[in-house]
């Protein structure tokens, strides 16, 4: 483990004192003894573990834990960067991405997409916000994205062509027959337990996002192999894929589907 900085393990849970903590200042920025009190005016201070992990990524300085600021400063500056800002400038989508993974590795429930990206709405204003690639951005011999993961879910399904080859209830559109229907709350706990699967999911999420990236891993009976495509792990970004397993895990096979948009 890392002396430079501190421990990520069972950060979701320890976000909640660190706010907690009396250096924090919590609702009362200005009181701070740190170089920078807020991440920009008026954005004030975190009020959940969400919030101050979005804060301490978009302005690190504004709370230093004892011990890790820079040399010489009394932990008012931090040595991490604002990681939404050059040369790292991770997207909305990409820090949520990030922050799912925190929770995940501790085996918890991460909030949802949304719920994520307006924690960091509240902290990085409109105008330090990375924007997405586009199509009309990318380098030669680059590979644009399908959905950058700002869309509605059903946006995305239709912009990954999934409605044409599945039906997926709650989806205007979704009716294909090429493929399997879509009620993985349904159908991931019942194939994870399928002799014939080979896959490594563990649970519903897990399953879905496989089938998406590595749809060889289970092939549905009555479907054959290598008809879809193997590429939506690099054309649809973290955010996007998060959402589409989002909701497929809510899709049951008989109850009314989850709100698509």
């Known amino acids: 483990l890392g002396e430079r900085a501190p421990n990520l393990d069972g950060l979701p849970e320890r976000a909640t004192t660190q706010i907690e903590d009396a250096r924090y200042h919590k609702g009362n920025p200005a009181a701070r003894d740190s170089d920078q009190k807020e991440s920009f005016p ?14 301490s990524h978009s302005c690190p300085s504004c709370f230093v834990v004892a011990g890790y600021g820079v040399k010489g400063t009394n932990d008012k500056v931090s040595p991490m960067p604002a990681i939404h800002k050059p040369p790292i400038s991770l997207s909305l989508p990409e820090l949520a991405a990030v922050d799912t993974w925190l929770y995940v590795r ?6 949802s997409f949304d719920e994520i990206v307006k924690t960091y709405e509240k902290f990085i204003p409109e105008s330090d916000r990375p ?3 586009t199509e009309g951005d990318a380098k030669p011999g680059a590979s644009a994205l399908m959905a950058d993961g700002t869309e509605p879910v059903d946006q995305i399904f239709a912009k990954g062509q999934c409605v044409a080859c599945h039906t997926i209830p709650g989806i205007p559109g979704a009716t294909g027959t090429i493929g399997p229907k879509l009620v993985e709350g349904t159908n991931a706990p019942l194939r994870i337990k399928d002799k014939e699967y080979k896959g490594k999911a563990k649970g519903v ?8 990236v590595e749809p060889s891993a289970y092939v ?11 590429v939506f792990g690099q ?25 698509a948009s």
Do not use: C, H, W
């Not at 549905?220 to 193997?230: E, I, L, R, Y």
């Open 42 to 55: 008026g954005s004030g201070t975190a009020e959940s573990a969400q919030e101050y992990i979005a804060e």
């Open 106 to 111: 501790e085996g918890r429930e991460a909030p």
């Open 131 to 133: 924007k997405p690639p």
């Open 205 to 212: 999420s897990d399953y879905i996002m496989e089938s998406i």
């Open 220 to 230: 549905v009976k009555g479907f054959p192999d290598n008809t879809m495509p193997k």
């Open 235 to 259: 054309k649809l970004s973290a955010g996007a894929l998060k959402k589409i397993v989002d909701y497929l895990s809510q899709v049951q096979e008989g109850k009314e589907p989850p709100k």
